[in-house]
């Protein structure tokens, strides 16, 4: 059933199928690089041919990741500027500077990414290869950092002057550097490390049940969990400033992804539950104090309700599903690391069983379904602006013609390079595989323990 035309709509629509799929690639770009560097640090350490063999064949397979990453990052840029002209006239100057960087941090990662891949055994110093990761792990990290202080901006906008609708005294340096830039830049990179971890810790998982038990895949997975335990405990502190970002500069948006319509102190936090037409909630599980908490840091704390706000100032009360699929989705992420990590102390013969290899393999699709879902709550729990405060999302948008035919394209070309990087990756691994290989390069299979 296809909706009523509206530019607006199909903007909207297909500049969020646009990021939906990018953020997959994207977030792959940013957490490999510094799994691989992990790797092959810990094969310089510990002399352990395994572990460089993983870094080799991780970045492999993120190359192909790279090569879509940049077609559909490239897509983001011609829609912005296509299907949003009136926001990139009135902020286009103000975010030009983090776009400019983005593109330089990419090339800085490219060059380096390509010098890394070519120059495998031909320094007689393992180390000296080792270095060459880190411009790509820092190159990645920075594209992101920079890329989300755009939508910091967007978030919350500083740094310029506006008069009579258009935007003087522009500070490129105070946009990019506005409140919202600490929080979301760490959330995201920090984030994009936990997922990473986690998609690289299902296959070795996914192949230990299968009954491929050799000790690659084992540090493989050991490796990846270790890494992402810390990763999940860092992305809990940042959530939780993030929250109290929100109860300051966004109470609205806060106020929304709770539940939460009356100003009051002790406010509890709303868990679950489902919203019917009359308002009531239902279902739901409230955790007493808990809302003052994250928005405040103590549990008396007054937390303002959606009653303060104009009704078409709000966000739709819908965020609060993503909200709490990002929260439940982080919080099973790092309760699995937590539990690999306990059991790799204390019980190592639990540590392969059948039980928790199926959680991590869980955590895999899960962990890139919570960036998803934090992408989603992060960019309607801003409505109904594009520019917080100053423009509202239909304002932004094109007025053209033929939206409609170029989402249908883009759905098209983006099911196109789906598949084409799975079956790519999927040939590149299975016609080589980690037993061939490590015969190939004379490594001993002294693992291949069960």
Known sequence: MFIEYDPAVYSRILTGLTLAFHIIFATIGVGIPLMIALAEWMGIRKNDPHYRLLARRWARGFVVTVAVGVVTGTAIGLQLNLLWPNFMQLAGQTISLPLF????????????????????????????????????????????FFITTVNSFMNAPQGFELVNGVITEIDPIAAMFNPATPT??????????????????????????????HVYHKKALHLTMMSAFVFSIATVIIGDLSGKYLA???????????????????????????????????????????????????PGAEVTGLDQFPEEDTPPLIVHYFFDGMVFIGMYLAFISLVYLLLSWKKQHLMHSKVLLWGIIAGGPLSMLGIELGWVFA????????????????????????????????????????????????????????????????????????
């Open 101 to 144: 960087m983005e593109v330089f941090a990419f090339f800085f990662e490219a060059i380096f990414l390509g010098i890394y891949l070519y120059t495998w055994n031909r320094f007689k110093s393992r180390i000296k290869h080792f270095f060459l990761i880190i411009p790509v792990v820092i190159g990645a990290s920075f594209s992101a």
């Open 184 to 213: 979301k830049t760490a959330h995201v990179i920090i984030t994009c490390y936990l997922t990473s971890a986690f998609v690289l810790g299902m296959i070795g998982a996914f192949k230990i049940l299968k009954g491929d038990r």
């Open 248 to 298: 300051e500069y966004q109470p609205e948006k806060l106020a929304a992804a709770e539940w939460h319509f009356e100003t009051e102190e002790e406010a509890p936090l709303v868990l679950g539950g489902y919203l019917e037409d009359d308002g009531e909630i239902k279902y739901a599980m409230e955790i007493p104090y808990s809302l003052s908490v994250l928005a405040h840091g103590t």
């Open 379 to 450: 960019e309607i729990g801003r409505q109904p602006w594009i520019l917080y405060g100053i423009m509202r999302t239909p304002e932004g948008a094109t007025t053209s013609d033929h939206v409609d035919a170029t989402l249908y394209l883009f759905i098209g070309l983006y099911t196109v390079l789906g598949l084409s990087c799975s079956i790519v990756l999927k040939k590149m691994f299975n016609n080589n595989p980690v037993a061939h290989e490590l015969e190939q390069r004379g490594i001993e299979e002294r693992g291949e323990q069960t």
